[in-house]
């Protein structure tokens, strides 16, 4: 063997060993270890929605492999629609980013909702801690108290933005069933519409219940609920009406249907595409391990939220559902949407 041969022998050894160091580097225990995952949260401090993301957050780094380090941020906007087109244009794509963003988000699209920089059939959906369900609340001193005052009296909610609850259930209720109306954009989050409505800016909003029940306004009994808006009633509101309720036809029906098929999401964890394939499986398996936590089951229970884990499977069934109802149906929504 020549002195040639043996030297390019070697560095094809070396270059095989090489791919063979880069490749188990590339495992997800490798690429996790000693790496921050960040949770994004798509709404300001203090709602339901922050709390979730950081009891998970807490949480669901001791369920990925590598043990990262998981840290959660506040990046409210546009009622987490800005959040979405982040996640799914700008954020790394490399599995250390996860967002929550609203559960009426993936369903803009097909809404006509405006802003949308993201194709909800190419999110890479994680799970949902929940189905909490959404509820107007409203001020006792308000001159609306009950869902016939909506027909002849003003009902003036605060809102974050486009895609959220507290921006398309007034809509919706307005457009399509013609009550009276009128919202107030522009809050961070939900905690700061009920903030709003104590000050007196609002006379009340609509948000998920978990929140209103730890409101202090609702505690102390200056509140109450008006209506339950989901396609199911809740069994912690057994006296309290269904928006469906209001529905004067079957097309309302079928769009109001069509419409509250994101109650069904609850709250949305998800990661952008690309994200290699088994850090995404990484991390949707890290997510539904947290859902078992006994630690995490008790902060939730002190937290006064309820765990009813949604698959990552259920999530995409029954929004890409939703994308093959009739046209007819989707033009109702739009419209009473205003768009």
């Avoid at 409505?197 to 929140?211: A, H, I, K, L, W």
């Avoid at 102390?220 to 199911?232: H, V």
């Avoid at 079928?254 to 690309?274: D, H, S």
Wanted: with cysteine; hydrophobic share 40%.
């Amino acid at each position: 063997m020549t002195l040639k041969t043996f030297a390019a022998m070697a560095a094809a050894a070396l270059t095989l060993c090489g791919l063979s160091q880069g490749a188990k580097a590339q495992s997800v225990e490798d690429f996790y270890k000693g790496k921050t995952v960040t949770v994004m949260i798509g709404y300001g401090p203090g709602g339901t929605d922050d709390v979730w993301a950081r009891l998970i957050a807490k949480y669901i780094g001791e369920h990925i492999p590598g043990r990262p380090t998981v840290v959660a941020s506040n990046v409210p906007g546009a009622g987490s629609l800005l959040l979405a087109n982040q996640v799914y244009n700008t954020q790394p794509k490399d599995g250390t980013v996860i967002g929550l963003i609203n559960r009426g988000v993936p369903f803009e699209p097909l809404l006509g909702g405006t802003g949308t920089r993201f194709d909800p059939m190419k999110l890479n959906y994680i799970g949902s801690p929940d189905r909490d369900t959404p509820a107007c609340v409203v001020r006792m001193d308000a001159p609306v108290q009950t869902m016939t005052d909506l027909s002849t009296k003003e009902y003036i909610v605060g809102a974050t933005g486009s895609g959220s609850d507290s921006q398309l259930y007034p809509e919706v209720l307005a457009n399509m069933l013609g009550v009276k109306m009128r919202i107030v954009q522009g809050y961070p989050g939900s905690r700061d519409i009920l903030l709003a409505t104590e000050r007196g800016e609002v006379q009340g909003g609509c948000v998920s219940y978990d929140t209103i029940v730890r409101d202090v306004m609702f505690r102390e009994k200056r509140s109450r609920i008006l209506f339950q808006a989901a396609l199911k009633p809740d069994d912690r509101m057994p006296e309290i009406p269904m928006i469906n309720d209001m529905a004067k036809t079957d097309d309302q029906k079928k769009a109001l249907e069509l419409f509250l098929q994101r109650t069904l999401v609850g709250r949305p964890f998800v990661m952008a595409p690309g994200v290699p394939a088994d850090r995404l499986e990484a991390i949707r398996n890290a997510f539904a391990a947290t859902m078992k936590d006994p630690g995490f089951a008790a902060d939730a229970r002190a937290a006064n939220v309820n765990i009813h884990y949604v698959s990552p499977a259920e999530l995409m069934k029954i929004i890409s559902d939703s994308y093959a109802s009739p046209p007819a149906t989707v033009a109702a929504v739009k419209k009473a949407l205003g768009r």
